[in-house]
C-alpha cells in the first residue's frame, strides 16, 4: 500500500503561485510514476501533470504548459507541483496518484493504483 497526503492548497488572485506537495509513505515511492490530477465542481477529473520514477520524463497537460511544473524529490517521498500565473479556471481540488503499473507516463485516471484525498485551490478573478 502507499498513503499520499496532499498539501499547499488555498486560496489565490489570478496571477499568483502556490506550490502543493504530496508526501508518500508505504511502499518504495522512487519506484512509481507520479501524477497530479484536478477535479472541478460538476467536472470530470483531468489530467494535470506526470513525472517518471526517475524525474527524467514529465509530460504536463496543455492548459498547464508554461505554467506549471511537476517535480519531485525521491531522498523525502514528496512530488511537487509548483504553480504560477494561475487563473480562475485553475480552481478545483487538485490530487496526486501513484502509478505503480506502467513503465510509459500515462495521462489516464484509471491507469493509477494509489491516490491522495486532495487538496483545494481557488484562484479569485
Known amino acids: 500500500q502507499v498513503q499520499l497526503v496532499e498539501s499547499g492548497g488555498g486560496l489565490v488572485q489570478a496571477g499568483g503561485s502556490l506550490r502543493l506537495s504530496c508526501a508518500a509513505s508505504?511502499?518504495?515511492?522512487?519506484?512509481?510514476?507520479m501524477g497530479w490530477f484536478r477535479q472541478a465542481p460538476g467536472k470530470e477529473r483531468e489530467f494535470v501533470a506526470a513525472?517518471?520514477?526517475?524525474?527524467?520524463?514529465?509530460y504536463s497537460a496543455d492548459s498547464v504548459k508554461g505554467r506549471f511544473t511537476i517535480s519531485r524529490d525521491n531522498a523525502k517521498n514528496t512530488v511537487y507541483l509548483q504553480m504560477t500565473s494561475l487563473k480562475p479556471q485553475d480552481t478545483a481540488v487538485y490530487y496526486c496518484?501513484?502509478?505503480?503499473?506502467?513503465?510509459?507516463?500515462?495521462?489516464?485516471?484509471?491507469?493509477?493504483?494509489?491516490w491522495g484525498q486532495g487538496t483545494q485551490v481557488t484562484v479569485s478573478s
Open positions: 508505504g511502499r518504495t515511492f522512487s519506484w512509481f510514476a
Open positions: 513525472i517518471s520514477w526517475s524525474s527524467g520524463f514529465t
Open positions: 496518484a501513484a502509478d505503480a503499473s506502467h513503465y510509459a507516463l500515462t495521462t489516464t485516471t484509471n491507469d493509477y493504483d494509489y
